[in-house]
């Protein structure tokens, strides 16, 4: 099983969102990783086949998925950033109606439905409409919607957006489980969220492929560059100002555990730290890096 993506580019006026990105992808969980306007979605949407790129191709299995058409689309599932539903359906209503897009019996949509809906946490929802439902219901509703077909390829474009910890936690779950012998792809900012679950990972920069590979491959090169240290909290604000600071955590005595990034210890007392997928992340997307003034650093913000 193997999705090719072959020097596939796609421009919007000036602008090219995707440039000469080639990737091969075999089953496991892949993490598209990238700040905003990288070309994340751009490229998901490719490979979903509903967007032509200017240049290049994907094939699934070594044939152009343009040629395999309808048969393609019988083993894919694609979850994108926003989906679309008539304001009256109902979850019922609207994973009936995929299902039935999705050309699956009666039968197969009651099963498939029931399981999705306990998976999911969505059988209380069952029969409200979607449009009163919380962004995280509505966002599970998507996610059932992409897996209703058992995809063998599935492309999930910021699955978790609108989640509680909860339902991220259950989410990845499922996705390590269902990824035995499928393809899963997920394009996301939040870096927790595949670090642990993905088989591998490609970081997008500028429409490009900025380096790709295990997460033990990619965090290699910031061996020497992560470290901790305790500082005083009113000396917080001014090392902010210095450094590429990654995390801060309050510790007793007016003191705060800083992690941050740099070529050389910035701190006189710093100790190197084990480098993990997120710091790579931060590295290669410093405008990502941002706080909430109550001493905790947001997630990323790119898409």
Request: with cysteine.
């Amino acid at each position: 099983m193997e999705l090719r993506i072959e020097n596939v580019s796609k421009n919007f006026k000036e602008k090219k969102a995707v440039d000469g990105v080639s990737l091969r992808i075999t089953a496991g969980i892949w993490g598209l990783l990238g700040a905003n306007g990288s070309g994340k979605t751009t490229l998901m949407r490719i490979v979903a086949g509903v967007m032509e790129p200017a240049q290049g191709q994907v094939l699934y299995d070594g044939i152009p998925i343009r040629t395999l058409g309808r048969s393609y689309r019988d083993i894919f599932g694609y979850l994108p950033q926003e989906f679309g539903f008539y304001p009256e359906f109902t979850v019922k209503d609207y994973l009936e109606y995929a299902a039935a897009i999705k050309g699956l019996s009666a039968r197969q949509t009651k099963r498939r439905v029931e399981k999705l809906l306990e998976s999911l946490t969505l059988t209380e929802v069952y029969k409200k409409k979607i449009v009163r439902l919380s962004g995280g219901m509505k966002r599970r509703v998507g996610i059932a919607q992409a897996l209703l077909n058992d995809p063998q390829v599935l492309v999930l474009d910021e699955p978790t957006s609108g989640l509680d910890p909860g339902e991220r936690i259950r989410l990845r779950n499922l996705l390590s489980g269902f990824a035995q012998e499928r393809i899963v792809l997920i394009s996301t900012h939040i870096v927790s969220d595949i670090e642990y679950i993905s088989t591998r990972n490609a970081l997008m920069k500028q429409g490009k492929i900025a380096a790709s590979g295990t997460t033990e491959e990619l965090v290699a090169p910031m061996e020497g560059k992560v470290y901790t240290c305790l500082v005083p909290a009113e000396e917080v604000r001014y090392y902010e100002k210095k450094l590429r600071i990654v995390n801060l955590r309050n510790e007793e005595g007016g003191q705060v555990s800083v992690r941050y990034l740099a070529e050389e210890p910035g701190i006189e007392g710093s100790k190197e730290a084990v480098p993990r997928l997120e710091d790579l992340y931060l590295w290669m997307f410093p405008a990502d890096m941002s706080y909430d003034g109550k001493g905790e650093q947001r997630e990323g913000s790119g898409k």
